[in-house]
């Protein structure tokens, strides 16, 4: 108990990484994971021996969806072979790109390289990508991404073509995340697709997508991203450092990454995991990182406080009075769904004096015919939404949203006539039901629904006692607990200056700083003026680009550095015709 309530003491606690000036525990692992000898493998002269090979690596004949096409190059005239996967490799593309020019095309370019490879890789295959490798390792990765490779006689070098062209969901609406005003895009199991999405969001040099290898006996492509100029370095190698550092078979969903790399296995998620591009590109401009696994249309986003569970895309998209309302209603939500049935059990069991005499005599009247006890009826009723609910998402979509309410209102109604439930507990579990379904985010709602049951069984063994005793044990839990060296609570615990990723929303003209507790490499968001054509100014006369001062951009490598907040304001007034910009 005293584990989960609180962090480990003494050593162990200054070993946890943390974004300040702790050196990061543990020996960063290299970004090469082939072994040794799978990495040594080189290829042969012999086109016979390579194709061999290459055939016992695949299990070939056994496995039909590998394909040895051998051919005779036409100019010049050598024996070749073109080994690709079929459904994974774009057949047309290799067909006009690989197979028609050295069958067909070859003696129309002829050419005074007397190296064969030399002469397809630069007059003959007419692709984007081509790449010479030696290694029989690499042939047989590209192979598995849907590329093609050409071995050619007497060559102990082989030429990838790419030619992807596996079939795939193509970009459509975000299904999880749903929003009103803003982007409609959601991610897709394409990788490439999802960094292109960003991508044509962020337009910048400054996003890297590094191309990371997690599993070992069936290794996934997995990306991680963030922008350089902005996100901390030690951030950054921290993530990267716990996704090479993973010794598993296999990984190829977000979720199981999710629970390999997170600081603590606990009910409370640390991770934010989102389906939509414009929501990641956003955490990305405030420093964060984003993890992506091939396959799997959601990215997480590191590190994470409780607020960024909270919010929705569209919090950000409205004018932001409209904003903190919308925020407002979705933190009553949470309190509600979380305590509500707790409340009600622990009050009408234990504590009925507080609630008005006229409210507890209709309560009481509404009760008379129950034969159950409070706490059994209310698990009844909990579980049998539950239930529904699980339902309407797993029936065919067609008549899935039929089926919940239909069965929510005949159950519900059945229910009461049969004396079985109250009137009243259906409006306090309808009540709950609705104000969960405000909450964007899954993750966080798996967990209040776990929590629902537990304020249920607490108030109804202690009443208000252990429904407090309870909220304690959370919250010192929550206090304990680290997202990628971010405390879970902040900016309110510990407290911090209200931020960009604070509890409410504020204009965007007053943010200023990026989220202080990331020690962003460039802490500013704003220049000195943001609003420059409120003082009759334009980004010209604001200095390069419109940053502070020299454009350095303040704090570096999560230095302390300008952390006053003192900043050489342009202040708005009238001009004359000799005013200059340096000058002000």
């Known amino acids: 108990m005293k584990k989960a309530l609180s962090p480990a003491r003494g050593t162990p606690e200054r070993a946890r990484f943390s974004l300040g000036h702790r050196p990061i525990p543990g020996k960063m692992p290299s970004k090469d994971r082939k072994g040794a000898e799978e990495g040594g493998k080189k290829l042969s002269h012999s086109l016979d021996d390579n194709t061999r090979a290459l055939k016992e690596i695949f299990h070939v004949p056994e496995s039909s969806d590998v394909v040895f096409r051998e051919i005779v190059i036409a100019e010049p005239k050598v024996r070749a072979v073109v080994a690709y996967i079929e459904g994974l490799s774009n057949f047309d593309t290799i067909f006009k790109c690989v197979l028609q020019p050295l069958m ?6 002829k050419g005074s390289l007397q190296s064969p490879v030399d002469r397809l890789e630069s007059a003959l295959i007419p692709n984007g990508q081509v790449e010479r490798t030696e290694s029989l390792h690499k042939l047989v990765e590209s192979m598995l991404m849907g590329d093609t490779v050409v071995l050619v006689e007497k060559s102990d070098v082989a030429l990838v073509v790419e030619t992807k062209g596996w079939e795939h969901r193509p970009v459509g609406e975000a299904v999880s995340e749903r929003i009103v005003r803003g982007p409609q895009q959601g991610f897709v199991e394409v990788l490439s697709s999802n960094t292109a999405l960003l991508r044509s969001i962020i337009q910048t040099p400054d996003l890297v997508v590094e191309s990371l290898d997690i599993g070992v006996t069936a290794p996934n492509k997995c990306a991680l991203i963030y922008v350089a100029s902005i996100a901390n370095k030690k951030l950054v190698d921290e993530v990267r450092r716990r996704i090479l550092g993973l010794n598993v078979s296999e990984i190829f969903t977000s979720g199981e990454l999710e629970q390999y790399i997170e600081d603590s296995h606990s009910l409370l998620p640390t991770i934010l995991s989102t389906e939509r591009p414009d929501r990641v590109a956003e955490h990305l401009m405030q420093g964060m990182c984003a993890i992506m696994v091939a396959g799997d249309p959601f990215a997480l986003i590191v590190p994470a406080n409780i607020f960024a569970f909270l919010d929705s895309a569209e919090d950000r998209l409205v004018r932001w009075p409209y904003g903190n309302v919308l925020r407002f209603i979705r933190y009553v939500s949470f309190f509600l769904t979380i305590y509500l049935p707790g409340i009600y059990v622990a009050v009408v069991s234990y504590h009925p004096e507080m609630i008005p005499p006229a409210l507890m005599m209709a309560i009481a009247a509404a009760r008379e015919p129950i034969p159950f006890p409070l706490y059994v009826e ?10 529904i609910r699980e339902a309407g998402i797993r029936i065919p979509s067609p008549i899935g949203p039929t089926i919940g309410i239909v069965g929510a209102l005949l159950i519900g109604e059945a229910a009461v006539t049969a004396s079985i439930v109250s009137p009243i507990l259906v409006i306090i579990i309808a009540v709950t039901a609705v104000a969960s379904f405000t909450l964007p985010n899954l993750e966080i709602g798996m967990f209040i629904r776990v ?18 005793a309870l909220t304690y044990i959370m919250l010192c839990h929550a206090f304990s607990l680290n997202s990628f060296g971010v405390p879970f609570l902040t900016p309110l615990a510990p407290m911090r200056k209200p931020s960009f990723r604070g509890a409410f929303v504020t204009a965007p003209w007053k943010i200023e700083r990026r989220p202080p507790y990331l020690r962003p490499r460039n802490a ?3 220049g000195p003026l943001a609003r420059l054509w409120d003082a009759g100014l334009t980004i010209d006369d604001a200095g390069p680009r419109g940053k502070r001062g020299d454009g350095s951009g303040g704090i570096q490598d999560g230095s302390p550095g300008n952390q006053d907040g003192q900043r050489n304001r342009i202040k708005p007034g009238k001009q004359d015709a000799g005013d200059t910009p340096a000058g002000r």
Not at 378 to 387: A, D, I, N, S
Not at 451 to 468: M, P
């Open 524 to 526: 500013w968001r704003l």
């Open 451 to 468: 929590a629902t049951f537990l304020f249920i069984v607490a108030g109804a063994a202690l009443g208000f006692l252990g429904i407090a």
């Open 104 to 109: 067909l095309m070859s003696p129309l370019r």
């Open 378 to 387: 209310v698990l009844v009723m909990f579980f049998g939404f539950e239930l």
